[in-house]
């Protein structure tokens, strides 16, 4: 990593608010023309249905894991400064803000795009869930990007689960790289 780049990933656990001065004083910079930040906070409402608050568990360490690959995953597409990326855990009241993103970078259009970038893939990808909690009861809820990247994954597996199904497969051709054929059959 340069030494002019920056990434903070952090995951906070228990009842502690997400400092959003924090995250961009820590992406400020003289050479930083452009701040875009996205701050996901706990509507009142989904659905016609009394939101109470949001609860989150996550695989902390995974986590951790995934988001610095999303974070070296944007400095490979745009140019930017610095980013910073906070998610809370544990309970998240109406109001209040359950994940942070924010990075510079010399322009707005690198800083925007890889914004949007950070927060969608965090929602695709990293191993965090979410439950909302009704007046009238509660629901885990799963990401839109999330099922839509568990589609697209389960095209590619599905096409070597029928052919193992059907005992009719080649593991050289069966499918794409990327999918470990051998998993599949064990």
Request: a negative charge; hydrophobic letters at 40%; proline letters at 3%.
């Amino acid at each position: 990593m340069n030494s002019e780049e920056k990434t903070l990933v952090e995951i906070i656990d228990g009842n502690n608010q997400i400092d959003l001065a924090k995250y961009i004083n820590y992406v400020s910079a003289p050479q930083a023309g452009a701040i875009a930040t996205f701050s996901g906070t706990t509507r009142d409402t989904f659905e016609g249905k009394t939101v109470v608050e949001l609860r989150y568990e996550a695989y902390v360490s995974m986590a951790i894991k995934n988001l610095k690959s999303i974070c070296s995953a944007a400095r490979s597409s745009w140019d930017l400064h610095s980013i910073a990326v906070a998610h809370r855990l544990g309970i998240v009241p109406v109001g209040e803000t359950s994940v942070f993103v924010v990075v510079s970078a010399t322009h707005r259009a690198d800083a925007l795009d890889a914004c949007k970038f950070l927060i969608d893939e965090l929602k695709a990808s990293v191993p965090i869930w979410k439950k909302e909690v009704y007046s009238d009861g509660e629901v885990w809820k799963e990401n839109p990007e999330f099922l839509e990247r568990r589609l697209e994954l389960g095209k590619d597996v599905g096409c070597c689960q029928r052919k193992i199904e059907t005992a009719a497969y080649d593991k050289k051709s069966c499918c794409k790289p990327k999918v470990k054929v051998e998993e599949a059959i064990d």
